[in-house]
Structure formats: structure tokens, C-alpha cells
């Protein structure tokens, strides 16, 4: 399990603060003016906070930057006794949000942080003031999202892969050992920018899964595709008026392996048919390893246009 005081050879040099309201020991950085709006950084899989080092510095001058670890995920606990679906996520970080009585929240989604995030702005639209997807899905009562997920599938290195594992009885045991294979998956996923690559940065996305029990996150996370097991919030019509007119920004790495624009982006404009698409050619899902700055420009912009 990573130590809550690491710092990954100061590339993370945050100070780590924790929560038990979602019933298990929640790690999150809380950085900037404590009155400032917030911004709520939603990681995904097999990433945590760390993913966004190189956002939180510019925004946390002007904003309050606030990003959790999702259970079982970076500092935060892994809990033996709970199960790891989506609907576990969203409810535990709807316990995070009320417990700080956050508010005016800008949400930053990646990967699975999408679905997390979007199923928060549906039990609680009043408190969402932007919506922020950077290779992060978006659904919210689409129709056609199961289609789309179903044909990503086809085309996605990682489902195609879990989706066999499963079947073959081998997903548990591979990605219970994420410790030590750590760049596959992430490779497996989808990054371009072999440069980030050393001993402290596979460290600080490694180090959190030495060991099978420390894996179930990760494991839980793909699992749940494989079972079926994620459950998608609904919102009601008002939800869907409300959080439809928020002011909403999505970035895309274009070279996305598991997470295909042509899929993943529609559900987005859907929503949100007026709102600026920018896609990054050569950026792959993991898009803030690979153009972090650019990422990091292009938000900043955004908030202060909005």
C-alpha cells in the first residue's frame, strides 16, 4: 500500500488529508484559497490523484482544488468487506461532497472518474456549477449508452482483454499482481509519452498494488464490465434540464486506445450540443501523462470564460 507521506520524490507534494464519512479511510489533497470555487478531480483506473499533479499547481492559485483517492485507489483504504462497483464510487463520493458541504463544484473527470462524477451531478445538480470530461464518458440517461459501450468493447484492447481473463478464470490473479505489471496496464490503456517513464513515476502508480488484497479496486473496477455488475445513475428530467445547461468543456486524446472518441465523445455533445470539443492528436487515455500542460491551459481558460 503506498505511505500517506509519500511524495514520490517531490513530484506529489501535497499534504495528504483524510476522510471517514464513506466508511473507510478516504485520502484526497485539498489545495488553494479554502473560500475559492472548488474543482473536483475524479481519477480512474489504475490511477489516483497523482494523475493530476501537474493540473493542481496553476488552478490552485485562484481555485480550491480538491481531489480524492476513490477507494481502494492510491492512499485511500481497501476495505476488505465491500464490493467495488460504480454505484459504490458515486455514493461514496456523494458522502465526501456533503460531508465538506462542497458547492459551485467544477467537476474534472477521467476514465471512470466520468461515470463517478456524472452519477454525483445526478443525485445533485444544485451543487455542479461546470462539467469537465478529458477522456472521461459522460453518460446521463442517454439512450444510446449501452450501444456505445458495447462497441468500444469490440475495438478496446483492455475490455476485449477483461472480458476474456474473466471467462478464462485469470483477471483476478493478473491484475491482483498489479504491483508488479503496472506499465502493461497502463500501456494496455493507452499513454504516448514514453518520457514520463522512471523508477519514481512507476512507483507512484505501482506501489499502491504490492499486494492481491491491495488490488481490489482495480480488480473490482474491471470485473464489474465483466459481471455487469456497474450500475449507471438515471436522472430524473429535472436533473437532465438542469445540469444540461451548464457550461461544459470536453478534451480528448484522439490516440485513446480504451476509451475511442468515435464511441465516447457523442455522448458528450448529446448533452451538451453547444459546448467546445477539443481533441489532441497523439494523446493517448491517459491524456494528463501525455499532454499535461496543454490539458492544464485549456481548463484554466475555460474557468475563466465561465
Not at 449508452?145 to 482483454?161: E, G, H, K, Q, T
Not at 481490489?216 to 428530467?237: C, Q, S, T, V, Y
Not at 480504451?258 to 470539443?277: C, D, K, M, Y
Request: with cysteine.
Amino acid at each position: 500500500m503506498t505511505l500517506s507521506t509519500d511524495t514520490f520524490d517531490g513530484t506529489f507534494p501535497f499534504a495528504p488529508r483524510f476522510s471517514n464519512v464513506a466508511g473507510f479511510r478516504m485520502h484526497y489533497i485539498d489545495e488553494g484559497p479554502e473560500d475559492g470555487e472548488v474543482v473536483l478531480c475524479l481519477h480512474g483506473e489504475p490511477t489516483w490523484a497523482y494523475l493530476f499533479r501537474e493540473l493542481i499547481p496553476p488552478l490552485s492559485g485562484s481555485y480550491r482544488v480538491i481531489a480524492p483517492d476513490h477507494m481502494g485507489f492510491g492512499k485511500s483504504e481497501t476495505p476488505a468487506h465491500r464490493t467495488y462497483w460504480l454505484q459504490d464510487h458515486i455514493d461514496n463520493i456523494e458522502k465526501f461532497v456533503l460531508a465538506l458541504d462542497l458547492s459551485d463544484i467544477t467537476l474534472i473527470m477521467h476514465d471512470f472518474g466520468g461515470p463517478v462524477g456524472m452519477g454525483l451531478a445526478a443525485r445533485h445538480p444544485e451543487r455542479i456549477r461546470r462539467i469537465v470530461s478529458v477522456n472521461g464518458p459522460t453518460p446521463f440517461g442517454q439512450t444510446t449508452l449501452f450501444d456505445r459501450l458495447d462497441a468500444n468493447a469490440i475495438v478496446s484492447p483492455w475490455f476485449r482483454w477483461i472480458a476474456r481473463a474473466e471467462s478464462e478464470g485469470r483477471l483476478e490473479s493478473v491484475l491482483g499482481e498489479l504491483g508488479f505489471n503496472i506499465l502493461s496496464i497502463l500501456k494496455l490503456n493507452g499513454f504516448e509519452n514514453h518520457m514520463r517513464i522512471n523508477n519514481t513515476w512507476l512507483s507512484a502508480y505501482g506501489s499502491r498494488f504490492a499486494v492481491p488484497a491491495d488490488s481490489a479496486g482495480a480488480i473490482g473496477w474491471a470485473k464489474g464490465f465483466a459481471l455487469g455488475a456497474h450500475r449507471f445513475e438515471a436522472p430524473d428530467a429535472a436533473a437532465v434540464d438542469a445540469v444540461r445547461s451548464k457550461p461544459a468543456l470536453a478534451i480528448w486524446g484522439d490516440a485513446d486506445r480504451t476509451l475511442a472518441s468515435e464511441h465516447f465523445l457523442p455522448l458528450f455533445s448529446e448533452l451538451f450540443p453547444q459546448a467546445p470539443v477539443h481533441r489532441l492528436a497523439g494523446v493517448g487515455h491517459y491524456s494528463f501523462e501525455d499532454a499535461p500542460q496543454r490539458i492544464a491551459e485549456l481548463i484554466a481558460t475555460f474557468l475563466k470564460a465561465h
